[in-house]
């Protein structure tokens, strides 16, 4: 027993030895071939012999043990149907919803509002006003709002004048849906700016972003049934 259990630990010594030796040559390989990979996060085996992942932040490549290939691109599991890659990245970019600053969003509740969803748009974006006219058919739900103008100056003026109006929903409904032009008014509109920077820290690049309550986030202008399917996804 004493030897058979100094021999599983000498292989596991082993074994550890040669992932390590691995991730070292992929590191160095392409650190030294493609500098502006930037700096690797992350070194981990997939369930292909040989494939690694390599992750820069919230992006996924991959790559043989040497870092002599790299690959861009989608890792299907053709037996299960699933997208790995896809699923590694929903899982890097989930947000916690119970952090979100709600202060610095307004709600849209419709019936009950039981359900919860919140959006980043810009009122410039032409994708967000078409997500908004399919939103209008989601029943039961508090939309939280958080206005993200990174398009354009007109974005943040078109912002700061939605999030002074005395009724914030009202007036970005009326833009959105129905192209009333929101009035100039003033007032502390520093959440505007709070939203900015809290997208940049998620590195949210695009307009409109969906985030449901289980964290997971979707970029684009989804239609009212994937809105449905996600809102049953995650538990509302």
Known sequence: MKKLTTTLIACTLLATSGAWAQEAAIRKNLGERIPQLGKIDEISKTPIPGVFEIRVGTDILYAD???????????ID??????????????????????LPFKDAFTIVRGDGKRKLAVFEDPNCGYCKRFEKDLQKIN???????LYPILSPDSGEKSRNIWCAKDK??????????????????????????????????????????????GTRVPGAVGADQVEKRLAQAGN
């Open 65 to 75: 043990a040497q870092g002599n290939y790299l690959i861009q691109g989608s890792l």
């Open 78 to 99: 053709t037996k299960q149907r699933r997208n790995l890659t896809e699923e590694r990245v929903d899982k890097l970019t989930a947000i916690d919803f119970s952090t």
């Open 169 to 214: 929903a009202k007036t970005w409904q009326d833009w959105m849906v129905r192209d009333i032009t929101p009035p100039a008014v003033s007032c502390d509109s520093a959440a505007v700016t709070r939203n900015v920077d809290l997208g940049h820290k998620y590195k949210i690049t695009g307009t409109p972003t969906l985030v449901f309550a289980d």
């Open 140 to 146: 039961n739900v508090t939309v939280y709002l958080f």
